[in-house]
């Protein structure tokens, strides 16, 4: 999964079709579901999926109020298609669930 390296990065990359997940290295839920995600850039190609690590980029999770991780957002065209933001743990089946919607 591509990493998030710069906020202009996050601006450019919302113009396309972006899925974001929103995550840290100390997080244990994240670490959960991080090993069947590649799973789901391979089921959904029409969209970048892209890492941001929550720690480096707090003002991007303030200003798109991401309070827990993992979560996510997708992004169709520059517009805010779906959130999935919550502090609870998320399994791959819920987070492909989620996915689903926006395809």
């Known amino acids: 999964m591509k990493q998030l390296d710069t906020e202009q990065q996050f601006e450019e990359l919302k113009q396309g ?18 090993p069947d995600l590649p799973k789901l850039e391979n089921k959904y190609k029409d969209f970048n999926f892209v890492s941001v690590d929550r720690d480096k980029f707090i003002d991007i999770c303030i200003d798109n109020d991401i309070l827990g991780i993992p979560s996510f957002l997708v992004y169709k065209n520059g517009k805010l298609e779906g959130s999935y933001i919550g502090k609870e743990r998320k399994s791959i089946d819920q987070i492909d669930a989620f996915l689903a919607k926006y395809i």
């Open 17 to 34: 079709n972006t899925v974001f997940e929103f995550t840290a290295d100390w997080c244990p839920d994240c670490k959960v579901i991080e």
